[in-house]
């Protein structure tokens, strides 16, 4: 059996099953003494340190800021608050995502982009217009823009990721802003910058030409082709600028696009020398529509994102050979999250209101391992997949929420975290023989869904473990190919009895991660057991 696992990859993971059960102590995960005559599902995994899948790049794990309800204001920025420092930067807010260690964060859209003039956000603050944002029938006051955004970036130790308006706006736009953040001085914009009180450069490298382009619901939604050739302008222009640039083209925003791929073909056709990489967006629900309300379905579906990966990376690469082309492009998943619940019925409460309160998702534990999946989604894919942005940081279906008093974590904020703080180096090619159930239109889904990476740097091997079964503990076997681990260092786990269980400013820590029993290592075989609808980090010192 063995032998066959070795000359096999494992067909990628899938969802999950019914039923609920899992014995919880105080802050640790102890395997159940369970009365039940069958024992633990088993599992094998198989690492070995030196099959590898790719590099890890530190902006796999970005985030995301856009001018919507009260993602900026109340957000990360609150002057009046008691909470803000000098510059009107929530302190809290800062610390909290210091600590997280984000790589990168995509600004300032979004669906807001489509519609913004950069110009408005910049200069002295009384001069600033008040505008209505039609893409989420909000007043923005812009008194937090590009100057803004960018020493806010430096203080919490984040690179920008600056989206371009190519809804409304110009290539000719869209060349300005690189003037004005990465010209040192001697030019109209870059004057305007060492004006506004910014002698040096800003130097940003990365940029986003436009946002979800093929969405009939963007303000200057246009043909495939039509977006492709103004990319194509868009990105000589700024490269005319600073040639260094790397630039995202808009991909299809969804699978459930009718012109999902057949887009993205076009588009390259027309810029695909002029761009590095192509933008994928999803977020993933769990209505009847998509799942059944089905928990099983609904913890698959990172799943749909590996296809989506693969199918999008297909696309590039014919065009690559159609063109003939040596460049292969790489592929940013620069919007992704968990998102049902908060999306229609409060668009009128934002109506010509400043910060409303919109899409202020309260996410579970259901969701939280949901978003443990996509990071292992993420981590396997990281061949093609060098960026990603969690959408999004603060309050708007974020992680982080805020109040005039102080802020919490959202379930889904540890899976994330997780991910920030423990995935380094290089991603593992694991191989995982784990039981299957059936979900209909997907087939066979394992169980198990695992991911492994491997500092080596520092030594450390890393697990990241989602257990979809909702009913049964699974026992896992590690079969250490080549190197079995000195010592386990961390060992967490979040789980719970309640899927549907959240976290609030009245309970923060309903839904927190718990200690798990220590693994224990017998030669070159590791075993330990994963509880029912969890997702586990492990990490050891090798």
């Known amino acids: 059996?063995?032998?066959?696992?070795?000359?096999?990859?494992?067909?990628?993971?899938?969802?999950?099953?019914?039923?609920?059960?899992?014995?919880?102590?105080?802050?640790?995960?102890?395997?159940?003494?369970?009365?039940?005559?069958?024992?633990?599902m088993a599992a094998r995994v198989y690492v070995d340190t030196k099959r590898t899948i790719a590099p890890i790049d530190r902006n796999l794990f970005g985030s995301f800021l856009e001018h919507l309800g009260r993602a900026i204001y109340q957000g990360i920025y609150d002057p009046g608050s008691k909470l803000a420092d000098a510059n009107g930067f929530r302190k809290d807010v800062l610390e909290e995502v210091r600590a997280l260690g984000v790589p990168i964060v995509r600004y300032p859209g979004g669906n807001f982009v489509s519609g913004?003039?950069?110009?408005?956000?910049?200069?002295?603050?009384?001069?600033?217009?008040?505008?209505?944002?039609?893409?989420?029938?909000?007043?923005?006051?812009?008194?937090?823009?590009?100057?803004?955004?960018?020493?806010?970036?430096?203080?919490?130790?984040?690179?920008?990721?600056?989206?371009?308006?190519?809804?409304?706006?110009?290539?000719?736009?869209?060349?300005?802003?690189?003037?004005?953040?990465n010209v040192e001085k001697g030019t109209q914009w870059s004057e305007l910058r060492r004006k506004n009180g910014i002698a040096e450069p800003y130097k940003v490298k990365n940029w986003c030409l436009g946002n979800e382009m093929d969405g009939p619901w963007q303000i200057g939604h246009m043909t495939a082709t039509q977006y492709g050739l103004k990319a194509q302008d868009a990105a000589r222009q700024m490269r005319y600028v600073d040639p260094s640039l790397t630039l995202v083209a808009c991909g299809s925003s969804g699978p459930l696009m009718p012109t999902y791929l057949e887009w993205d073909r076009e588009v390259l056709e027309q810029c695909y020398e002029y761009v590095d990489a192509l933008s994928l967006h999803r977020y993933i629900g769990n209505t009847p529509a998509e799942t059944g309300r089905d928990s099983g379905k609904f913890l698959a579906m990172n799943l749909t994102m590996d296809r989506q990966i693969a199918e999008t990376g297909a696309v590039c690469d014919y065009v690559r050979g159609r063109m003939r082309s040596p460049k292969q492009l790489w592929l940013s998943f620069d919007e992704w999250n968990v998102w049902y619940r908060k999306r229609n019925g409060d668009d009128m409460n934002g109506r010509e209101k400043e910060a409303p309160p919109l899409l202020e998702e309260v996410y579970n534990l259901e969701d939280a391992l949901l978003v443990g999946g996509i990071i292992n989604t993420l981590l396997r894919n990281a061949d093609r997949v060098k960026l990603a942005c969690l959408a999004q940081l603060v309050n708007v279906i974020a992680p982080i929420m805020t109040s005039a008093n102080g802020l919490y974590r959202q379930t889904i904020y540890y899976p994330y975290s997780w991910g920030l703080q423990m995935a380094r180096g290089e991603v593992l090619n694991v191989l995982t023989d784990s039981p299957s159930y059936e979900i209909t239109g997907m087939g066979k889904v394992p169980y198990l869904d695992v991911t492994g990476t491997l500092s080596k740097e520092d030594g450390k091997v890393c697990l990241f473990i989602l257990n979809r079964d909702l009913a049964d503990a699974h026992e896992v076997e590690l079969v250490w190919e080549d190197a079995a681990p000195a010592r386990v260092i961390t060992s967490t786990v979040l789980t719970g009895n309640d899927?549907?269980?959240?976290?609030?400013?009245?309970?923060?820590?309903?839904?927190?991660?718990?200690?798990?029993?220590?693994?224990?290592?017998?030669g070159e075989r590791t075993k330990f057991e994963v509880p029912a609808r969890s997702y586990t980090a492990l990490q050891w010192s090798l």
């Open 1 to 40: 059996m063995a032998a066959i696992l070795r000359r096999r990859f494992l067909q990628q993971s899938m969802a999950v099953g019914a039923g609920i059960s899992a014995e919880l102590a105080p802050g640790r995960w102890l395997p159940a003494q369970s009365t039940k005559a069958s024992p633990a």
């Open 499 to 522: 899927l549907k269980a959240t976290n609030g400013f009245d309970a923060p820590k309903r839904v927190v991660p718990q200690e798990l029993s220590k693994p224990v290592t017998s």
């Open 116 to 181: 913004y003039n950069w110009l408005d956000g910049v200069g002295p603050k009384q001069g600033r217009p008040k505008v209505l944002d039609k893409a989420w029938n909000s007043l923005d006051s812009n008194q937090f823009g590009t100057d803004e955004f960018m020493a806010w970036c430096k203080i919490v130790g984040t690179l920008p990721l600056m989206g371009l308006n190519l809804g409304t706006g110009s290539s000719e736009q869209a060349a300005a802003l690189v003037e004005y953040c």
